[in-house]
């Protein structure tokens, strides 16, 4: 019963958001994707907004994934209206709402990033099926957490065993990710480009280890491009304070987790295990201890925003043949 209030209030939420929206927008829903959640069956809300059929084909969409602050119209809805205008459609996830979680700053635990993958690809699965969505054109954008999950999704030590054979992503692109979970794994997924974008002044996701991460998917082969914009911070692409703090947010930025050996992951100073046979290790939170500290900050740059947001449409266009 709780589930069913929380994803209920959820989809109240959505909807009122859409009273917003402008006319530009030829049609909004709220699908309720079956997703897994701790191993069990779970629906998640996904919001469709799909502009106009100009040529009357199918559409190609970007699926958005939101940060640890959960859906937010100012980020997550602001890109679906960008993409909106580029007559491409834009499926936003809210992977909170109905698990009674409104935000994980203070603690990334109740929702994981690879909870937030199975959410995607179960989406994925969802608009391939649809007889208005072209299944070829299908990408991916996330945001800070959001941008962990892009990255994973880029990688078949995740697809594989959730996709199969289906359809695969067009086009990944990384807001600001945490890139410190390094699998032993870095085969790609597909052949599909991934994009990934980080601030230089960055010390919530931080930048180095996304700097290996690039590396090494570049090594196993992947298409990859890690553009480090100078001067941005966390979050630059969302209005508001040029530059804000919170004390209790915790940063995972120092933090390394590396697969050495299948299902089992270490620390990178520590050398505690975290995972033990793709369960919590017995030393996981005094791993975490040793790299998690607090205090996370961010901030908006306008100039920053323009720019990186022509790269995304570059990206987009490219990937999905569009003038």
Request: aromatic share 8%.
């Amino acid at each position: 019963m709780r589930t069913a209030a929380r994803l209920a209030a959820a989809v109240c939420f959505l909807g009122a958001l859409a009273a917003a929206w402008p006319a530009a927008a030829q049609h909004r829903e709220t699908l309720r994707v079956e997703s897994r959640f701790h191993g069990k069956p779970f629906a998640v809300p996904v919001t469709l907004v799909l502009p106009e059929r100009r040529d009357g084909g199918r559409l190609p969409v970007m699926v958005i994934m939101h940060g640890s602050g959960g859906v937010r119209d100012v980020r997550e809805f602001a890109y679906a209206r960008e993409f909106n205008a580029m007559g491409i459609g834009a499926a936003v996830i809210d992977s909170f709402s109905p698990r009674g979680i409104k935000s994980t700053v203070r603690d990334q635990s109740p929702v994981s990033s690879y909870d937030m993958v199975v959410d995607a690809v179960s989406t994925l699965k969802a608009l391939t099926r649809r007889p208005d969505i072209d299944p070829a054109r299908i990408g991916i954008i996330g945001f800070s957490k959001g941008g962990t999950v892009a990255i994973k999704v880029a990688l078949r030590r995740y697809m594989e065993p959730l996709a199969g054979g289906e359809p695969r992503f067009a086009v990944l692109i990384a807001m600001y990710p945490w890139c410190g979970d390094l699998p032993l794994d870095f085969g790609a997924a597909s052949a599909a480009p991934l994009h990934m974008l980080s601030g230089e002044q960055d010390h919530y996701a931080g930048t180095e280890s996304c700097k290996e991460y690039a590396r090494r998917f570049a090594a196993a082969g992947g298409n990859v491009t890690l553009k480090i914009y100078p001067g941005a911070e966390h979050d630059w692409d969302v209005p508001g304070r040029t530059h804000w703090s919170i004390a209790a947010g915790e940063n995972g930025s120092k933090c390394i987790y590396d697969e050495v050996s299948p299902g089992t992951w270490i620390e990178r100073r520590s050398k505690l295990a975290i995972v033990e046979n793709d369960r919590p290790a017995r030393d996981r939170k005094k791993a975490m201890a040793s790299c998690v500290t607090f205090g996370v900050s961010g901030g908006y740059n306008r100039d920053v925003r323009a720019q990186s947001m022509s790269d995304i449409r570059g990206f987009v266009r490219s990937a999905f043949t569009l003038q």
